[in-house]
């Protein structure tokens, strides 16, 4: 197996994720990510103009879908170019119920965020939850009606991080999200569950790596120091990455971690409140990408733009913490 900061290549041999990505789409895909990242800006700026009749938006089939809540911003969304559909509840309507939510707390194994395809905030109940905290989430979720949707989910959620792989520390594996720059300076994006750990860190050609920002639980996000210098921002495989999208409901997206190396996965949920053990993480996007201990920090990416670093899940979820976020938290650049 190989050690810690799976992620990248390009610049260095610090390619340390197993595995290569297969990308299945036809022959131009990447000018057909660059298509579906500025379809959604577009929708996303159109669904934002509806106010209230704002529904949020999601993707059919690659495109873009506005969701709206009256007739009137149901032509606009239509005369700009998109497809619609008409649902109950605004997305503000869902923020503010998601909000609510998030005053639910000690309830460990369970999740919500929005999924803007059913137009409701889906609660998830892993199998790990205590009944307690089950009939507890449950009770919560029963007051706001159908715009909440509750669903159980087998196994448990664990940050992706197993005691006994090997790092520098001799403790932990992560992987390496996105080679970044601040103040024109080289840097490492990972998972803030992972920086937690302390340790001087190191992978492929880098050595003495150390933390300088680390921000867990809330957000999950950890920066590292590059001693040795930069290079392009590429995922291991030679995939660019000059960009930072948002994710959005229906979208596929590719991922890379050093224990499961590449694959695939959809957005399901976004804005997405996480309850792992290690503490509440707001703001997570949900997919059905697989990964595995060890796999924490690596990066998820559409095309050439950037979405977000793992934080953790289990078989059937994996939740992603928003590069948007990262980089405006900590003032980063992509390399």
Known sequence: MKTLLAGFTAFSAAALAAGACVNAASASPLAFSQ??????????????????GNGGVYLARGKAVVTVTD????????????????????????TSVKEGLDSVK???????????????VVVKVYDAASP????????AAAKYGDSVRVERQSGKLSTHIADGDSITNGQYTCSLGFNVTRGGQPFMLTAGHCTNLGGTWRGGNVTGAQIVESDCPGA????????NGTGPGAIN????ITSVGTPTVGE????????????????????ESVNFDVGVLNHEFGTTAHTDHGDSGGPAYDGSAGLGTLSGGNTQTSYFYPLSREMSSYGLRLA
């Open 35 to 52: 298509m579906q990242a500025q379809s959604i800006s577009r929708a996303g700026s159109v669904a934002d103009s509806l106010g209230a």
């Open 237 to 240: 495989t030679g995939q660019r």
């Open 220 to 227: 999950d996000s950890g920066l590292l120091t590059r001693p």
């Open 132 to 139: 307690a905290t089950a009939a507890k989430v449950r009770a």
């Open 106 to 120: 000690n309830v460990p194994q369970t999740s919500w965020g929005i999924d803007t395809r059913s137009n409701q």
């Open 252 to 271: 596929q997206i590719r991922k890379m971690g050093q224990t499961t190396g590449g694959g695939s996965g959809e957005v399901t949920s976004v804005d």
């Open 71 to 94: 007739v009137a911003a149901q032509e606009k969304a239509k005369a700009a170019g998109f497809a619609t559909k008409l649902v109950k509840h605004s997305f503000a309507e869902l």
